[in-house]
């Protein structure tokens, strides 16, 4: 009696053994797995604009995305690694290129820019599409000069009721959560002095 007795006593405190090692095997186990996942994560796609959010407003990164006739553009921001400065709390205003104003450029022009080593380069020139501020088409028309990200000015010509930045023509207007896109039909490129 007194053997059953004191198998009682141990079967608990095994099966309470059992049990505690396994769950530290499972937390350790699911360590791992975060800390492998964490490790294998690719530093290039960090940042606001990778965050995905379907609820609220598109920002400007956004709405380009989602153009078919901006895929050039959102290629060279990409190349340029610019895509969390565009989701910036703004507010932006973007002047957004098409792929025409793109194809317009002398032949190899835009395959040139996007090469790595040409990297500051067209950041620079992307720079000079984006100033701060939320301004419309219309209140555009009280501007001679803007000035632009890069440090440089961008100059406003109104005609009749069109209003062209650097020498491109806004088109299109769209509102954003962090500001507005002026679809642009020419690629703006900074004015020489």
Same mark, same amino acid.
């Given at each position: 009696?007194?053997? @059953?007795?004191?198998? +009682?006593? !141990?079967? %608990? +405190?095994?099966?309470?053994? @059992?049990?505690?090692?396994?769950?530290? *095997?499972?937390?350790?186990?699911? #360590?791992?797995?975060? $800390?492998?996942? @964490?490790?294998?994560?690719?530093?290039?796609?960090?940042? $606001?604009? +990778?965050?995905?959010?379907?609820?609220? #407003? %598109? =920002? !400007?990164? $956004?709405?380009?995305? &989602?153009?078919? /006739?901006?895929?050039?553009? !959102?290629?060279?921001? $990409?190349?340029?690694?610019?895509?969390?400065?565009?989701? =910036?709390? &703004?507010?932006?205003?973007?002047?957004?290129?098409? *792929?025409?104003?793109?194809?317009?450029? %002398?032949? &190899?022009? !835009?395959?040139?820019?996007?090469?790595?080593?040409?990297?500051?380069?067209?950041?620079?020139?992307?720079?000079?599409?984006? #100033?701060?501020?939320?301004? #419309?088409?219309? +209140?555009?028309? *009280?501007?001679?000069?803007?000035?632009?990200?890069? /440090?440089? =000015?961008?100059?406003?010509?109104?005609?009749?009721?069109?209003?062209?930045? &650097?020498?491109?023509?806004?088109?299109?207007?769209?509102?954003?959560?962090?500001?507005?896109?002026?679809?642009?039909?020419?690629?703006?490129? %900074?004015?020489? *002095?």
């Amino acid at each position: 009696m007194k053997k @059953t007795i004191h198998l +009682f006593k !141990v079967i %608990p +405190f095994v099966a309470f053994l @059992t049990i505690l090692f396994s769950c530290k *095997n499972e937390v350790k186990q699911e #360590t791992t797995a975060t $800390q492998s996942t @964490t490790e294998t994560a690719p530093t290039s796609r960090q940042g $606001q604009a +990778f965050i995905e959010d379907e609820s609220a #407003t %598109p =920002n !400007v990164l $956004q709405i380009a995305i &989602g153009s078919p /006739d901006h895929t050039t553009l !959102v290629a060279a921001v $990409q190349a340029a690694g610019l895509e969390n400065a565009l989701v =910036n709390a &703004g507010p932006l205003m973007v002047f957004a290129p098409t *792929n025409e104003a793109f194809n317009a450029l %002398p032949p &190899g022009t !835009v395959e040139e820019l996007l090469k790595p080593e040409n990297k500051q380069k067209l950041a620079a020139i992307l720079k000079h599409h984006v #100033t701060a501020g939320n301004y #419309t088409k219309d +209140f555009l028309k *009280n501007f001679k000069k803007i000035g632009q990200a890069d /440090d440089t =000015n961008a100059s406003v010509v109104v005609k009749g009721e069109d209003v062209y930045v &650097g020498g491109a023509k806004i088109v299109a207007s769209i509102k954003a959560g962090n500001g507005i896109v002026h679809v642009v039909d020419k690629v703006i490129l %900074p004015e020489s *002095n």
